[in-house]
């Protein structure tokens, strides 16, 4: 069974569109988190929901609204798509309660392109 | 400012070698030293994690070092095979409230050739 679940893995859509992403995660873990991987392949955090409320928003434009409808899932919808958010996103949970090794499980990315 | 750096930013050896990846940061307050691969089109998966007081700390072929003094890290690889060949990440962890905030280097692709 996959830990972390993302769809869809592909993405091409036209600039102004409105889009979502879908992450689940099977590993009953209290927090979950959307990150950014740009075409340096450096890997940016966006947000972060601890048992459905945000706790980590990192200057994201309010263009990206995470959607936390249980613990299990964490979706990305994206409004008014410009052409910067092209990158790969990927979705990650942990569990909280040890401070120190809150192990970040992955997602296997969705590659968005915007046209 | 928070910051990750690793170096080299690319590199190429031959199958069987060993090689080390280096990184250092400037993060505070600082939680844990992470190492994570990240294979082509794949999310990264952790390699090994290390807090304040581990020196070393390996996984199979993979040993990662740190000297919280001078705010290095090293991953070193031995006996490299084929499937090694992939992006390799430091990730240092900030405490932030009860929260870890992870700060992300650019990472170290490593081909291994035949």
């Known amino acids: 069974d996959t830990a972390v679940s993302q769809t869809p893995k592909y993405l091409v859509t036209q600039m102004g569109n409105d889009k979502s992403i879908k992450c689940e995660q099977n590993l009953g873990h209290d927090t979950m988190y959307w990150y950014k991987q740009d075409s340096k392949k450096f890997l940016k955090i966006m947000f972060s929901?601890?048992?459905?409320?945000?706790?980590i928003n990192e200057t994201v434009p309010n263009r990206f609204s995470p959607k936390s409808p249980d613990k299990a899932h964490l979706n990305l919808h994206i409004n008014s798509l410009e052409l910067g958010d092209s990158a790969v996103y990927f979705c990650?949970?942990?569990?909280?309660?040890?401070?120190?090794?809150?192990?970040?499980?992955f997602g296997p990315g969705t590659r968005l392109t915007v046209l | 400012k928070n910051q990750v750096e690793q170096s080299p930013q690319s590199l190429i050896i031959l199958e069987g070698k060993n090689c080390t990846l280096q990184?250092?940061?400037?993060?505070?307050?600082?939680?844990?030293l992470r190492w994570y691969k990240q294979d082509t089109g794949r999310g990264p998966v952790s390699l090994t994690i290390?807090?304040?007081?581990?020196n070393t700390k390996s996984n199979g072929r993979y040993t990662a070092t740190l000297d919280a003094d001078t705010k290095q890290s090293s991953l070193h690889i031995t006996a490299s095979q084929l499937s090694d060949s992939a992006s390799y990440i430091c990730?240092?962890?900030?405490?932030?409230?009860?929260?870890?905030?992870?700060?992300f280097g650019t990472g170290t692709r490593l081909l291994v050739s035949p």
């Open positions: 990184c250092n940061y400037t993060v505070s307050p600082f939680s844990n």
């Open positions: 990650a949970c942990a569990a909280s309660g040890s401070e120190t090794y809150n192990e970040q499980f």
């Open positions: 929901y601890n048992n459905k409320e945000l706790i």
């Open positions: 290390m807090t304040f007081s581990e």
């Open positions: 990730v240092v962890s900030a405490k932030d409230t009860g929260f870890q905030k992870l700060v």
